[in-house]
């Protein structure tokens, strides 16, 4: 998929992360057709240089953030896809605008998240303004992962309004908008209705679902953690430059032990300051595992969609059900089982001639054909949808064990990395002791 893993330190060229993706795309591929399966085997792409402008108006001034999107073809090949080397700027709100159409376009396709848009499971000194520079290079960094993502994925990376979104500046929004892509959205009272009256729900999905869940628990619960070590480590750190400045104060005083002291405060105030480093590092790694936390949420609206099709799929075999109930009742001459206008006319104004009830046989022979056609329609789509929704969920499942593994790893490898550093520090502290 796109960039999976944020860098590991130091961080990882937009170059590498991309080499990573097309790797794990071509899993399980033709070997004869895996030169362009993807976007991205064959167009750079590149989140850069983000800009702060400012939009006045007559009754407000709205500040906001640009991202410049680079994308640079590297098949001569491939040429005829677009313009060699492309730049334009891009808002946030476009990047949802790309997602929302992707979403409801591919209902079957685990859409890659958008960061954050604010801070969550922070540390307590970390920013959390959506315009401090760090926070808007940390979202640079998520919104390239994003459109590395898409491009890398094999179903989604060839659609012309990403294939726009990346290439054409001007009219982007009215050529999205000209898809009515908003209309084939199911309503939130749908899938409220969908998730609580399916009478044979897929126990698959009902699976994916809890996958999810757990998903994001387990997730979530790092992070909290996470933000909780952070503050302590913040707080034992930054204690040490209390620490050098004593050591240096008791220099001024101490004449023969003046150099030890001097010392031995510059090393306490190297290890105070060496949280921050730290700390931005971790920042990474945090921001990788929020991907994951969002992909939760990628993962129910797959469900959310299956149950929707689901529902109409029972409605529709429901519909013919009934259809078929009163034919079958006109045509044995019966009156109705139950209560109906029908039935209570029927008592009113005596029942219908042999004219009238054949007529209406006919009109239901007719509506149940249709009918039949409407439910044949609807059962290859979802069975379609099935299909297309578990492949790619396992699509996902892959991905995901093989980044948290990089992730972990990295992370891992990173508080060695620390503790080694640490070590040094404080064996210099403590020769510079030895001679007080």
């Known amino acids: 998929m796109e960039a999976d893993t944020a860098p590991s330190p130091p961080p990882e060229s937009v170059e590498s992360k991309q080499n990573e993706i097309v790797c794990d795309t071509n899993k399980n591929t033709n070997p004869t057709t895996i030169s362009h399966t993807t976007l991205l085997q064959w167009m750079d792409i590149t989140v850069l240089e983000p800009e702060k402008r400012t939009n006045t108006s007559m009754k407000m001034q709205d500040t906001y953030i640009v991202y410049l999107v680079e994308t640079r073809v590297t098949d001569e090949n491939m040429k005829g896809y677009g ?198 590092e971790t920042e990474q790694y945090a921001d990788q595992l929020k991907e994951y936390l969002a992909f939760g949420e990628s993962l129910r609206s797959v469900c959310r969609k299956y149950e929707c099709m689901q529902y109409d799929l029972e409605r529709a075999e429901d519909g013919l059900s009934s259809k078929a109930a009163q034919r079958d009742v006109l045509s044995q001459g019966k009156a109705p089982g139950s209560f109906s206008i029908s039935g209570m006319k029927s008592k009113i104004f005596g029942n219908d001639t042999p004219e009238q009830r054949d ?56 508080q060695i990395k620390e503790c080694k550093k640490g070590i040094a520090i404080w064996t210099s502290a403590k020769d510079c002791m030895s001679k007080i």
Request: with cysteine; proline share 3%; charged share 30%.
């Open 83 to 280: 313009e060699r080397t492309t730049s334009l700027w891009r808002r946030y709100s476009e990047f949802e605008l790309l997602r929302n159409y992707l979403d409801i376009m591919y209902p079957a396709i685990v859409i890659p998240p958008l960061p954050e848009k604010k801070a969550t499971y922070t540390w307590l000194n970390s920013p959390t303004d959506k315009l401090d520079p760090e926070f808007v290079e940390r979202r640079r960094n998520a919104l390239e992962i994003f459109l590395l993502r898409i491009a890398a994925h094999p179903v989604i990376c060839s659609d012309k309004i990403f294939m726009a979104f990346l290439q054409q500046e001007n009219s982007w929004k009215e050529m999205v908008y000209s898809t009515d892509f908003q209309s084939k959205a199911d309503s939130r009272l749908k899938a409220l209705n969908a998730s609580f009256r399916l009478k044979k729900p897929d126990r698959r999905f009902e699976e994916i679902k809890n996958y999810s869940n757990e998903l994001q628990n387990n997730i979530s619960n790092i992070l909290k953690i996470r933000a909780k070590i952070c503050d302590r480590l913040y707080g034992i750190h930054k204690v040490h430059a209390n620490y050098a400045r004593v050591f240096g104060e008791w220099s001024s005083i101490e004449k023969e032990m003046a150099e030890a002291l001097q010392s031995t405060g510059h090393y306490m105030d190297v290890y105070a300051s060496s949280i921050d480093g730290i700390l931005d």
């Open 359 to 414: 007529e209406k046989i006919k009109q239901l022979d007719e509506q149940i054909q249709q009918a039949e056609v409407e439910l044949q329609q609807t059962n290859e789509e979802t069975a379609k949808f099935v299909e297309a929704a578990l492949r790619d969920t396992e699509r996902f499942k892959r991905q995901k064990a093989k980044d948290l593994q990089e992730i972990f790893t990295n992370f891992a490898i990173m």
